[in-house]
């Protein structure tokens, strides 16, 4: 009778633990290797970046539209002209936070701009209504309508460079 031939030499490969064997360091070289598997899938990015909803713009955002329309719902031009004015700070502040996080554009820049212009009518017109002791001076209340829509666009413009994701969303490599 012959005797059995030898057993195989072990493979040079890890087995998994499955089989019960595993060679020295395979369970450590599994690891690393997930770990540089998932290095590589995520990538080195900025995760520390602020969410791209700007929530602090988002609250201004929605007190500068609530204050312009409950301040001139359905009153007179004297009086809506009184809670424009009132705006401006409210307006300032988004501008800041807008400036802050780099949110600055040409169609935002054009609005800021026409709001400017239609202030400046309405506080030139209003004198010349006041000058005429007319509250129905027609020119004013046309001034008063054209900065209320340039609020509005204002608004939309806030609103537009808001909600757009930044270029690579925010992620960009360190």
């Given amino acids: ?3 059995p031939p030898p057993p195989p ?3 040079s490969f890890p087995r998994s633990a499955a089989c019960g064997r595993t060679a020295p360091g395979g369970a450590v070289r599994a690891v690393a290797s997930v770990a540089v598997l998932a290095a590589v899938a995520t990538g080195c990015r900025n995760d520390t970046a602020p969410s791209w909803g700007y929530p602090d713009l988002k609250a201004t955002l929605g007190s500068l539209s609530r204050a312009l329309d409950e301040g001139c719902a359905g009153t007179a031009p004297e009086r809506c002209a009184d809670d424009l004015d009132r705006l401006g700070p409210l307006a300032d502040r988004a501008f800041g936070q807008a400036l802050e996080h780099r949110l600055l554009d040409a169609g935002y820049v054009d609005a800021v701009t026409d709001l400017a ?3 400046e009518l309405r506080v030139a017109t ?3 209504a006041r000058a005429g ?3 129905r001076y027609t020119p004013f209340r046309r001034a008063v309508a054209a900065e209320r829509i340039a609020y509005r666009h204002l608004l939309a413009a806030l609103e537009r460079v808001r909600t757009a994701p930044p270029p690579a969303d ?3 490599p360190v």
């Fill in 1 to 3: 009778m012959t005797p």
């Fill in 9 to 11: 030499p072990p493979p």
């Fill in 117 to 119: 212009r239609a202030r």
């Fill in 126 to 128: 209003a004198a010349d």
């Fill in 133 to 135: 002791r007319d509250p």
């Fill in 170 to 172: 925010g992620t960009d």
